[in-house]
């Protein structure tokens, strides 16, 4: 998906955060690369009523009785698998095509879209923004969502293996729901703040209200080690450029998910942060060959399967070291790559309605290819009759072979079996907004001071002038600051908010509200890494301008002089 517009954050109010301490940042070029090290456990918290008062305690969150050593997660058992394969056995080859599509719908109409995928019998519908009801305040209307994913759930969930109900929920500028779901910063913020247990607690919690609403996959788990500023796509959505560190943090955030009973996606396989086109447009080029793809992108997909990950979510990339001039969604050798790796899960392909995919194929013949490469689910074919129908008639026809088809839907069948199981033992689903305070915490860890003052203020006084930003990240900060007593006007320091593709910005203190590299230029005396946009971001910010918080977060990629491992010690 692309990057989508900063959430409407004038819309919710921001709350303030509490006092620590702070020490000074390493100094560019000479801190050595800490981007794997953990924060201190210290972390702020704070209600909106209480926000001059300490506490040293990170809010708490429901414990799952899941363990890593549970066999129910790890993923589907022998019986799963049994028993889905006499499921696909009793299916016509129809509907066997229908068992590993997933559509899109536009609009409102969750009905109409639960009538198709009832006649299609699909797989499952994933939701994108414009399915999302607003209420009269200009939030998600949380019950209207509840009653439209019932609705697409009504009619297939009878099937033993239920229905799949997916959405893109990273956190951060890829959040298809926004308030009042809990708002949270980026992957990159998590990669700053350096604690996967940190990751895999708000990965929980974040999965738990998505579980509230009826989910059942989130595609939130980004794998991508990113290039940095000539990275376009990823950018501040990757935990960072250390392959190490990334896949450290997918597999917290893969092991949150399923402790919350909701499976992760691990995309883009096989890594969309080193590459400088955009998918979503056209076929990027991806020229590592084979050794440099193993050193680097694919480390943290490794990591994620021998953590467990049970989706690989395959992007749409031209690599040549596997496959010249073929998507790796629709590239066999792409997906032996896969499988050689020890994934024995489902292998979802990136949405097939993105220029990489509909500039040269059809929707039947992008379906059918993708299957007959390997894929076992396919995300949003342009037009999912037309994919049903290239995959019945390519199987009829022998370009793609029976058992092909029935690979992939009864490994779709087993994870709906085994996900159904796995819910049984999550943690209680949580309300809509009930771990604000845990994202507030996240966002104060992950904050990075580049230069500046850590154990002082960076700005003085009780007013700042506020420049940059967008509407509704002016309004987020104006919040923030007001809760915290501090005035936003014509006077005071001068406080620059830079977003995703600002030019360079001079002020007392530069903010960059999204990936990093835009500070790389800068001149200011004061520069900070806040990688998100969100209420809570904003909240946080204003605290460690005040120097009321710790900011202990690191960088995890190079901007300009300023190395990985740049910040504040904790």
Not at 417 to 440: D, F, I, M, N, T
């Amino acid at each position: 998906m692309p990057r989508p517009l900063a959430a409407s954050a004038a819309l919710f109010a921001a709350t303030s955060l509490l006092a620590t301490g702070c020490s000074k940042p390493s100094a560019p070029n000479s801190a050595p690369s800490s981007s794997g090290s953990k924060s201190s456990s210290s972390t702020a918290s704070a209600s909106p009523s209480a926000s001059s008062s300490d506490s040293d305690s990170p809010t708490p969150v429901p414990t799952s009785s899941l363990k890593s050593d549970d066999p129910d997660f790890r993923g589907p058992n022998d019986d799963d698998r049994r028993r889905a394969e006499g499921y696909v056995k009793g299916m016509s080859v129809e509907d066997r095509a229908g068992a590993v599509l997933i559509q899109e719908y536009k609009g409102r109409n969750a009905k109409a879209a639960a009538a198709k995928a009832a006649k299609l019998k699909l797989a499952g519908t994933i939701i994108m923004g414009d399915n999302v009801p607003t209420a009269k305040n200009g939030t998600a209307d949380v019950e209207a969502m509840k009653k439209d994913i019932a609705d697409l759930r009504a009619v297939t969930d009878k099937r033993p293996w239920g229905t799949i109900v997916t959405v893109d929920q990273e956190g951060g500028t890829v959040a298809r729901l926004r308030a009042p779901l809990t708002q949270w910063p980026t992957p990159m913020t998590f990669g700053a703040a350096g604690d996967p247990a940190r990751t895999e607690k708000a990965s929980m919690a974040m999965n738990s209200e998505l579980a509230q609403l009826g989910f059942t996959l989130n595609n939130g788990t980004v794998a991508d080690a990113t290039i940095g500023a000539d990275d376009p796509t990823i950018g501040a959505r990757s935990y960072g450029e250390d392959p190490a560190l990334v896949s450290r943090m997918a597999r917290a955030s893969v092991d949150g998910a399923k402790k919350a009973g909701v499976l992760s996606s691990v995309k883009h396989f096989p890594g969309h942060g080193s590459v400088t086109g955009d998918s979503h447009i056209g076929l990027p080029e991806q020229d590592a060959s084979l050794d440099q793809l193993k050193a680097r992108d694919l480390k943290p997909f490794q990591g994620a399967i021998d953590g467990g990950a049970n989706v690989v979510m395959m992007g749409h990339l031209d690599v040549p070291a596997l496959e010249p001039g073929v998507p790796t969604s629709l590239s066999p050798v792409a997906y032996r790559q896969l499988r050689s790796m020890g994934f024995k899960g489902v292998a979802m392909t990136d949405a097939l309605n993105m220029g990489a995919i509909t500039e040269s194929y059809g929707p039947g013949e992008a379906a059918a290819r993708a299957l007959g490469a390997g894929a076992d689910l396919l995300l949003m074919p342009a037009d999912v009759d037309a994919a049903r129908s290239g995959i019945v008639d390519a199987v009829k026809s022998g370009k793609v072979s029976e058992s092909r088809l029935n690979e992939a839907a009864e490994r779709v069948v087993a994870m709906g079996l085994w996900q159904k199981r796995l819910a049984e033992k999550r943690v209680p689903p949580a309300q809509p907004g009930s771990s604000e305070e845990l994202s507030r915490e996240d966002s104060v860890a992950g904050a990075t001071i580049l230069t500046g003052q850590c154990s002082a203020p960076l700005v003085k006084g009780d007013s700042v002038r506020l420049v940059g930003g967008d509407p509704a990240d002016r309004a987020a900060f104006a919040a923030a600051a007001k809760e915290s007593g501090l005035k936003v006007g014509s006077s005071g320091p001068t406080v620059a908010l830079a977003g995703y593709g600002s030019a360079p910005m001079n002020a007392d203190v530069v903010v960059a509200t999204d990936g990093p590299w835009v500070l790389a230029d800068s001149t200011a005396p004061a520069k900070v890494a806040l990688y998100s946009a969100t209420p809570n971001s904003f909240s946080a910010l204003v605290a460690v301008l005040r120097g009321k918080v710790t900011a202990t977060g690191k960088l995890t990629t190079q901007v300009g002089p300023y190395k990985a491992g740049t910040g504040c010690s904790s």
